[in-house]
């Protein structure tokens, strides 16, 4: 039996084996430079699982809307939009909503920062949408559209900036604004775990 193995492994090859002074060198350390694509990789990836579940991503509604004269102090502007049904009866009074202008940059502005405080509590005719524009056909067609909800919304004062209103970058154009201006709304209406929408079930 023993002369089968010695047939089977040439001497040399046995010898590095059996001699612990040689084990070293059978045994090949990896270099700690060879690890660090692997850990740079490892890391990104646990970074991205934590971010996939501490992680929010606001869902929020957009619709067209319109600057126009505070009725109780002429001198004051508020906003009107129109936003579908089912998006419309999830706003609230109260809630925040940011107005765009569409005569100024939301990169280099943002929106103006508004309050909501008024949501009607069912769809809106076109008649209606014209009263809040006294009567201008123009201005109503452009922003209402059929089994909508009207939301009214007061922008929030700030005296320092040249516009009168807060606004959610900078300090805001160096121009004032006027009633009739078109606007988007945009009102976040929850937020989610980047990882829900992939399994549903953990919203």
């Known amino acids: 039996m023993a002369s089968e193995q010695e047939s089977l492994f040439r001497k040399e090859a046995l010898e590095q084996v059996s001699s612990p002074e040689q084990l070293d060198q059978l045994m090949q350390v990896v270099n700690l430079r060879d690890w660090l694509p692997l850990a740079s990789i490892g890391f990104l990836v646990t970074l991205a699982l934590l971010w996939s579940v501490i992680g929010r991503i606001p869902i929020f509604v957009e619709s067209k809307g319109l600057l126009i004269k505070n009725r109780s102090d ?3 502007l508020t906003s009107v939009s129109y ?20 005569t100024n940059s939301i990169q280099e502005f943002g929106g103006l920062e508004a309050t909501v405080t008024e949501v009607s509590p069912s769809s809106v005719t076109q008649a209606s949408a014209l009263k809040r524009v006294d009567g ?4 109503a067609e452009l922003v209402y559209t059929p089994a909508s909800i009207e939301v009214l919304a007061q922008l929030k004062p700030n005296p320092e900036n040249v516009t009168g209103y807060e606004w959610s970058m900078s ?3 160096s121009e004032k604004l006027s009633g009739g201006t078109p606007v988007t709304a945009r009102v976040t209406l929850s937020d989610r775990a ?10």
């Open 74 to 76: 002429s001198s004051q």
């Open 83 to 102: 936003f579908p049904i089912v998006e419309g009866k999830q706003i609230q009074v109260g809630d925040r909503i940011l107005i765009i202008p569409e």
């Open 136 to 139: 201008n056909l123009e201005l």
């Open 171 to 173: 300090k805001g154009p």
């Open 194 to 203: 980047p990882i829900s929408f992939v399994f549903p079930f953990l919203k």
